[in-house]
């Protein structure tokens, strides 16, 4: 066997030439998906002070986002709602409305883009019900899971219907991803793809998304009886096979960072497509070192985005998505 000094792995890394030869895995902006968050209104950006560099824009503002991505290669973006307070009631009836926010907002990206991207849409009562929850609630505030799943289905409908061109339940509720895709087969809906969030963890990491989509305020307790023990890993490989075996299209873990070994592992047992969700919270200790003038943004967010390749991604939700595909060049 080669030993030292024939054998020196610092060979390779000497010069940038051989290092971009050597490099096994590598982002690009096509690995990224964009969330976006929507709010009401006309000629509106209202930024989330919880995620500084993140806004709300409106419907006719977010068309612009939506070209900014194209432009700079990112082959998908992700929508979430701001709904109006006035609407979001016990049940979350708003969800099904074919006018609300993010129907409207699909509706325009997709007249204005056509196929030049692909509108991922988050499916879960949370920006709908004035309770916070991610379903429907009986009397002690635990969330139901069959009723649940009814109306999650009808939500993944009117977003298909909308022109949404991946669903991704986001819910954590048992079936959903099987009853989702009979409806979508059942509609017409054949080339609508499920990504669904098959591996997600009851997070601290998701406080300041609740800011963005107003949901922090309403929501009592935790959702810990339907997202999973973040002491588990097992039981995120059943989650996975589960939904693969309901026809999820693409599996998803979440939060990213975090969860590594997670994703490496889902790729190794299923070797599908997996995608990773790097979350609000990871986003804004990012944005908190960057600030603090301890951490160099555009290194941070690449070495990490690269880590989710080499754990196995086929892609990331990122919300510095957009300045990585402008670092990285389309
Ligand atoms: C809704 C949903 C959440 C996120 C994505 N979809 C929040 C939650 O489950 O409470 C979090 C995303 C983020 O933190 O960036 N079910």
Redesign the pocket.
Known sequence: MTSYPHLRLRRTRALPWSRALHREVEITPADMIW?LFVTDGRDCEVPVAALPGVSRWSVDRIVDQARLAVAAGIPALAL?PNTQPERRTHDGGEALNPDNLMCRAIRAIKDACGSDIGVLT?V?L?PYTSHGQ?GLIDDHGYVVNDDTVEVLVGQALNQAAAGADIIAP??MMDGRVAAIRNALEDSGHIHVQIMSYAA?YASA??G???DAVGSRGLLKGD?KTY?MDPGNAEEALREVELDLNEGADSVMVKPGLPYLDIIYRVKQAFGVPVFA?Q???EYALIEAAVAAGAADRDAMVLETLTAFKRAGCSGVLTYHALHAARLLGA
Request: aromatic share 24%.
């Open positions: 969330p979430f988050d879960a949370d991610d986001s819910d997600k990491f998701y300041p998304f609740r959702k997202q969700y979350v609000s919270g």
